[in-house]
């Protein structure tokens, strides 16, 4: 027993666990480059979803390299199993349970990061089994980290907002489009799409739309100027993440 449990520390075995390591780092660098184009853009997938995919496929990926070092070394002795199988059976689990995770609320999509992290916990499980410890901590740390701070990096880089608004106005007190959106660019607003309702029989006009606005725009003081504007029957401002 005792030479089993060294044989997961050896030298071989440890710069296994390095290369391994050093494959997770490149896959979270890259994969918070691409989240942060998402992220800037106002979508819902961003830092932390996109980095947490790209760690938890590399390490499964790069885990099948090295299979002689699968239990420390011991995969080739008599009676142990290949965990291929195992593996795809959990990953497959797994997706299942994370997609139920996910929610679309409105215009807004949630829960990505959560079946993100859920997904890597996964990797991280067959890391254990086996017997990567050395990287299998280090995509804990990782994965931690990456959830703690990514979403506060995301707001302190360069990033555009995105916001789902709707006005209801009485059909014959209905403003121009182009005064709607003169009063927008007051408050940093751009409006992005246009959609547009009558509703109630004609009674009442719907302007939809979706706005765009450079880092964190005054959205309080619109929704202040909205709340005093008389001839609005009502308004829904919303964030609009897809």
């Known amino acids: 027993m005792e030479e089993t449990l060294k044989a997961y520390w050896t030298h071989?075995?440890?710069?296994?666990?390095?290369?391994?390591?050093?494959?997770?780092?490149?896959?979270?660098?890259?994969?918070?480059?691409i989240g942060y184009e998402r992220s800037y853009h106002g979508r819902?997938?961003?830092?932390?979803?996109?980095?947490?995919?790209?760690?938890?496929?590399?390490?499964?990926?790069?885990?099948?390299?090295?299979?002689?070092?699968?239990?420390?070394?011991?995969?080739?002795?008599p009676g142990i199993a290949d965990p291929t199988r195992s593996i795809q059976g959990i990953m497959t689990g797994i997706g299942f349970l994370g997609a139920g995770m996910i929610m679309k609320e409105g215009f807004s999509i949630r829960g990505l990061s959560t079946a993100a992290s859920i997904w890597v916990t996964a990797a991280i499980g067959v890391l254990i089994g086996?017997?990567?410890y050395v990287a299998a901590v280090f995509a804990a740390i990782a994965t931690v980290t990456v959830m703690s701070i990514a979403r506060g990096l995301g707001r302190a880089l360069p990033h555009q907002t995105m916001l789902h608004l709707t006005l209801s106005y009485p059909h014959n007190e209905t403003p121009p489009a182009d005064d709607i959106r003169t009063m927008l660019?007051?408050?940093?607003?751009?409006?992005?799409e246009?959609?547009?309702?009558?509703?109630?029989?004609g009674k009442r006009f719907d302007y939809q739309m979706v706005l765009h606005a450079q880092n964190d725009p005054a959205h309080m003081k619109l929704v202040d100027e909205l709340s005093r504007t008389p001839s609005l029957l009502g308004f829904r401002l919303s964030p609009s993440r897809y």
């Open 44 to 77: 819902a997938a961003g830092l932390r979803t996109y980095s947490l995919v790209c760690l938890a496929s590399t390490a499964l990926t790069v885990v099948n390299g090295y299979p002689a070092m699968w239990y420390g070394g011991l995969s080739d002795t």
């Open 12 to 33: 071989h075995a440890l710069a296994v666990n390095g290369l391994i390591l050093l494959h997770m780092l490149g896959a979270i660098v890259v994969g918070l480059a």
């Open 185 to 192: 660019e007051r408050f940093g607003f751009v409006v992005h």
């Open 130 to 132: 086996v017997g990567f």
């Open 194 to 201: 246009w959609s547009f309702q009558l509703e109630e029989g």
